[in-house]
């Protein structure tokens, strides 16, 4: 079994920062792309970044780019999204998916086997 945990959403003002964590436990040795993902009330799910399982490349969705960050740690399947300059527009449950077979188009949430509950973040004008 694999088990999917987000942390670090919260409430901030607009232009301030936020950093997430995510870890995929239950396969050791088993190494995973891991992506984000968000979701605003009424409105579908967003694909937000994404990283490949040995941290070569990575993926960011239109309306984050040059202000999101996505990074993994090495040990694990730990992955981390730095949130900066933050707007109102990225108020979201932002859920936390991993991908255990492939090859997956890392873009697509169909992608992902395993997600996390969510983590909110609001960010207030």
């Known amino acids: 079994q694999v088990d999917v945990v987000e942390s670090g959403g919260g409430l901030v003002q607009a232009g301030q920062s936020l950093r997430l964590a995510c870890t995929a436990s239950?396969?050791?040795?088993?190494?995973?792309?891991m992506g984000w993902f968000r979701q605003a009330p009424g409105l579908e799910r967003e694909f937000v970044a994404a990283?490949?399982?040995?941290?070569?490349?990575?993926y960011y969705g239109d309306m984050v780019k040059g202000r999101f960050t996505i990074s993994r740690d090495g040990a694990e399947n730990t992955v981390y999204l730095q949130m900066n300059s933050l707007k109102p527009e990225d108020t979201a449950i932002y859920y936390c998916?991993?991908?255990?077979?492939?090859?997956?188009?890392?873009?697509?949430?169909?992608?992902?086997?395993?997600w996390g509950r969510g983590t909110q973040v609001t960010v207030s004008s």
């Open positions: 998916a991993a991908a255990f077979f492939g090859p997956p188009d890392l873009v697509r949430h169909q992608s992902y086997d395993y």
């Open positions: 990283i490949t399982w040995n941290g070569e490349k990575t």
């Open positions: 239950g396969r050791p040795g088993s190494r995973a792309a």
